[in-house]
T-cell receptor, first 114, second 112 residues
Framework: EAGVVQSPRYKIIEKKQPVAFWCNPI?????LYWYRQNLGQGPELLIR????????DSQLPKDRFSAERLKGVDSTLKIQPAELGDSAVYLC????????????FGSGTRLTVV | QKEVEQNSGPLSVPEGAIASLNCTYS??????FFWYRQYSGKSPELIMS????GDKEDGRFTAQLNKASQYVSLLIRDSQPSDSATYLC????????????FGSGTKLNVKP
């Protein structure tokens, strides 16, 4: 079974430029998460999807971040415009959504904004 | 106030020793508890889950949960250099089971 697939693996952009990250969850996993992890910190939730519905986006900086999950499968997270403080690892995770099993994380995208 | 707290470490133990990692959480109604291992430059990997008070063993790993005291711990027996990583505690809170709060992690160094 393929795991959670993310791309790109690394991205370096100049500030004020747009950037997008893509995630394909494990087949059958209805719940998809985008987390951001700063160096030396634990992951922090940005947005959670149940199928195609965003059910928790309270931590998403909506002035510059957007996300979508069309057809309840793949998801894209976008930042526009990027700021220096957005440099972090962006992790996608998926689960069956019962809350009683842990997430499976993708390999993450390391974003550097210069 | 952080919902999930861990000592950042580093915790250094000699090879073959028992490593003890601790985590406290704020919501007394929390239902699910997880330990993730994260190697440098890699994504977190689930290694243990526990839901009931007491101990749960899986190979060299034992998770311990005490809901009355609101802490969960991870013991690693016969520590190996390959166990050197950051260990993240994650907690599923009462009102939002599908949302896990992560601690900042404890860095473990196992010295040969």
């Amino acid at each position: 079974e393929a795991g959670v697939v993310q791309s790109p693996r690394y991205k370096i952009i100049e500030k004020k430029q747009p950037v997008a990250f893509w995630c394909n969850p494990i087949s059958g996993h209805n719940t998809l998460y985008w987390y951001r992890q700063n160096l030396g910190q634990g992951p922090e939730l940005l947005i959670r999807y149940e199928n195609e519905e965003a059910v928790d986006d309270s931590q998403l900086p909506k002035d510059r971040f957007s996300a979508e999950r069309l057809k309840g499968v793949d998801s894209t997270l976008k930042i526009q415009p990027a700021e220096l403080g957005d440099s972090a690892v962006y992790l996608c995770a998926s689960s069956t959504g019962t809350g009683l099993v842990g997430y499976t994380f993708g390999s993450g995208t390391r974003l550097t904004v210069v | 106030q952080k919902e999930v707290e861990q000592n950042s470490g580093p915790l250094s133990v000699p090879e073959g020793a028992i490593a003890s990692l601790n985590c406290t959480y704020s919501d007394r109604g929390s239902q699910s508890f997880f330990w993730y291992r994260q190697y440098s430059g890699k994504s977190p990997e689930l290694i243990m889950s526990i839901y009931s008070n007491g101990d749960k063993e899986d190979g060299r790993f034992t998770a311990q949960l005490n809901k009355a005291s609101q802490y969960v711990s991870l013991l690693i027996r016969d520590s190996q250099p390959s166990d050197s990583a950051t260990y993240l505690c994650a907690v599923g809170f009462r009102y939002n089971f599908n949302k896990f709060y992560f601690g900042s992690g404890t860095k473990l160094n196992v010295k040969p």
